[in-house]
């Protein structure tokens, strides 16, 4: 009848998902709920499932049993064309996610004002817009002050253009499609191409410089996280009469070190209890 076999498959998707991983120890239906998760969120938010079939390699069956348990956790919520999107509980877990990330970078963005004497931040890159989650400010009387929180946009910012460095050119073309690219001052980047140019420049030199583009006066170095679970980049950010390219070349190589040292912190946290 096709009730039992709908049941039969059902208990087999079960005793195949909750049984322990061999791989790392864990529950393999968790290890599977987050993978789809993060699925979606590779996919843009929304897919329907037979997308995550294809893409995980897991059965039909299987995905459908926990989608709806992720459905009724309020994780994931389907569409009214069936599909399936990320759900609104998600964003308190990422909010306090981000807030825990800022804090444990702290150290080492106090490390970054010690060893260069300006004003460190730590941002990610949240949907279209670069949010500040970390800052340890420089002991110059003159320095540079961002709040934790504040949110701008990436294609004026030097986090901004190390985080979207790494994306393909057509993924940001898109992006600066949807938030339009506003002077926030006279040498802001207001063109596609432009900034296109320039993420070509983040990427043959390894570092990003915000100069005189987000506020006239202020010059920002910036670097990538690498391997970060989240976009990431950190920062440091002074008077332009203090950033200069002498101080440039002294100061870089100590951000991409702390980067580096920064996701190994990260990876490692990841490794397991």
């Known amino acids: ?82 599909r399936y999107a990320l759900g609104p509980r998600l964003i308190r877990l990422g909010e306090s996610a981000s807030r825990l990330l800022g804090t444990w970078a702290r150290p080492y963005l106090a490390r970054l004002v010690e060893e260069t004497g300006e004003t ?69 980047i207001t063109t596609p191409d432009g900034f296109l140019a320039a993420l070509e420049e983040v990427r043959r030199l390894g570092y990003a410089v915000d100069d005189n583009e987000q506020e006239i006066g202020v010059r920002c170095l910036a670097v990538s996280v690498p391997d970060s679970p989240t976009a990431a980049a950190i920062s440091i950010s002074g008077p332009a009469g203090r950033v200069t390219d002498p101080a440039t070349e002294r100061i870089v190589p100590v951000l991409q070190q702390v980067a580096a040292e920064l996701s190994e912190a990260l990876a490692s946290s990841g490794a397991g209890v």
């Not at 997308?51 to 348990?69: A, C, K, N, W, Y």
């Not at 540079?144 to 986090?159: D, K």
């Open 1 to 82: 009848m096709p009730t039992s076999s709908a049941s039969s498959t059902d208990k087999s998707s079960a005793s195949t998902t909750d049984k322990p991983s061999a791989a790392t120890g864990g529950v393999q239906s968790l290890e599977r709920a987050f993978d789809l998760l993060e699925r979606m969120a590779d996919a843009g938010g929304e897919v329907g499932l037979s997308e995550l079939s294809v893409s995980s390699g897991l059965p039909l069956p299987t995905i459908h049993r926990l989608m709806r348990t992720l459905v009724a956790c309020g994780y994931v919520r389907q569409q009214p064309n069936r």
């Open 120 to 188: 460190a931040n730590m941002a990610l890159l949240d949907g279209d817009e670069i949010v500040y989650v970390a800052q340890v400010p420089s002991k110059h009387s003159m320095r540079m002050f961002t709040e934790v929180g504040r949110r701008v946009l990436p294609h004026s910012t030097g986090v901004g253009k190390a985080l979207l460095a790494g994306f393909p050119d057509a993924e940001v073309r898109a992006l600066l499609t949807r938030t339009g690219m506003p002077a926030a001052t006279e040498k802001t």
